[in-house]
């Protein structure tokens, strides 16, 4: 109508948009780093990508594909061209066709085929939670189930059995089965000891269709991660800090200067708990082993 003001505009709150662009931008940066680490699976962040407003699907597909090894500039334009992708697109963006197509590039890469998922289930959580007591509780009560046995550098603890909780190695035998690319994943843990998981018997025993457990530390399971992104990632937590700290001091295997570094690495540990598929509390060892062989399974 003639004469009548045009309702005014609301008033934009620029402090809060420009704090969220920070935050966008932070979140952006992160996810681009965990994927250079290989902290995070990239057919994960490309499922991600799919939820609007996300780090995944804002992420570039160029930043995407730079993420992965030996692939440079020159590689990802003609890469780009092949997939029929803009360099502007975002992850979030791509049309149907489009995710298709970077899927499967993906998946070859990755060596993983589609819809066929290793039963591959790792089981990680800070020291003393009590993975190696829930992986015994397993053992005995879940025959189905076979669990991985590492190797490691340190000696062995009263009751641990060669060959069935520990393949235990000195650092000469350890080198020689890096330098044959014998482990599936390998890390030095309390900047002390190293532990690895052979790789035959774990590919060997998933190619049969067998439920597999690997009860590792952190660094290992992110190392899966990057080598089998269909692994199920586990994560054991504690009821509580203090319940943590009380298993590490009841369990009396460490002196006190271990026991304070293996306390300040568990802070560290407990808070990579969202890059887990999972995560269990250990508050009861039968209650929570009998939760990860539901997970295991397809129960849960």
Same mark, same amino acid.
């Given at each position: 109508?003639?004469?009548?003001?045009?309702?005014?505009?609301?008033?934009?709150?620029?402090?809060?948009?420009?704090?969220?662009? *920070?935050?966008?931008?932070?979140?952006?940066?992160?996810?681009?780093?965990?994927?250079?680490?290989?902290?995070?699976?990239?057919?994960?962040?490309?499922?991600?990508? !799919?939820?609007?407003?996300?780090?995944?699907?804002?992420?570039?597909?160029?930043?995407?594909?730079?993420?992965?090894?030996?692939?440079?500039?020159?590689?990802?334009?003609?890469?780009?061209?092949?997939?029929?992708?803009?360099?502007?697109?975002?992850?979030?963006?791509?049309?149907?066709?489009?995710?298709?197509?970077?899927?499967?590039?993906?998946?070859?890469?990755?060596?993983?085929? !589609?819809?066929?998922?290793?039963?591959?289930?790792?089981?990680?959580?800070?020291?003393?939670?009590?993975?190696?007591?829930?992986?015994?509780? *397993?053992?005995?009560?879940?025959?189905?189930?076979?669990?991985?046995?590492?190797?490691?550098?340190?000696?062995?603890?009263?009751?641990?059995?060669?060959?069935?909780?520990?393949?235990?190695?000195?650092?000469?035998?350890?080198?020689?089965?890096?330098?044959?690319?014998?482990?599936?994943?390998?890390?030095?843990?309390?900047?002390?000891?190293?532990?690895?998981?052979?790789?035959?018997?774990?590919?060997?025993?998933? !190619?049969?269709?067998?439920?597999?457990?690997?009860?590792?530390?952190?660094?290992?399971?992110?190392?899966?991660?990057?080598?089998?992104?269909?692994?199920?990632?586990?994560?054991?937590?504690?009821?509580?800090?203090?319940?943590?700290?009380?298993?590490?001091?009841?369990?009396?295997?460490?002196?006190?200067?271990?026991?304070?570094?293996?306390?300040?690495?568990?802070?560290?540990?407990?808070?990579?708990?969202?890059?887990?598929?999972?995560?269990?509390?250990?508050?009861?060892?039968?209650?929570?082993?009998?939760?990860?062989?539901?997970?295991?399974?397809?129960?849960?």
């Amino acid at each position: 109508m003639s004469g009548q003001q045009a309702p005014a505009m609301p008033e934009v709150d620029r402090i809060a948009a420009n704090r969220a662009a *920070i935050d966008a931008r932070r979140a952006r940066a992160e996810l681009k780093r965990r994927l250079r680490a290989g902290e995070v699976s990239p057919l994960l962040v490309l499922g991600q990508s !799919a939820e609007v407003d996300s780090p995944a699907a804002r992420l570039r597909v160029t930043d995407y594909l730079l993420s992965f090894p030996a692939i440079g500039p020159t590689k990802l334009e003609r890469l780009l061209e092949s997939l029929a992708i803009s360099p502007k697109k975002r992850l979030g963006g791509l049309g149907r066709q489009q995710r298709a197509r970077l899927e499967t590039f993906v998946r070859e890469r990755l060596g993983v085929t !589609a819809g066929v998922g290793a039963p591959l289930t790792v089981l990680a959580g800070p020291t003393a939670v009590g993975k190696g007591t829930v992986a015994a509780y *397993i053992r005995e009560h879940f025959p189905e189930v076979k669990l991985s046995v590492s190797a490691t550098t340190r000696a062995p603890r009263p009751g641990e059995v060669e060959g069935q909780h520990y393949f235990f190695v000195d650092d000469e035998g350890f080198d020689r089965m890096l330098a044959q690319d014998d482990l599936l994943e390998w890390a030095t843990v309390h900047n002390s000891h190293r532990y690895g998981t052979p790789r035959g018997p774990v590919l060997d025993a998933a !190619a049969q269709g067998e439920l597999v457990l690997l009860e590792i530390d952190l660094q290992g399971a992110r190392q899966v991660r990057a080598s089998m992104p269909d692994a199920r990632l586990v994560f054991l937590a504690p009821p509580s800090w203090e319940e943590l700290v009380d298993r590490l001091v009841g369990r009396g295997t460490e002196g006190e200067a271990e026991r304070t570094r293996r306390l300040e690495t568990a802070k560290v540990e407990l808070a990579a708990a969202d890059e887990f598929d999972a995560v269990i509390v250990n508050d009861e060892v039968p209650k929570a082993a009998a939760r990860l062989v539901e997970l295991m399974r397809g129960d849960g």
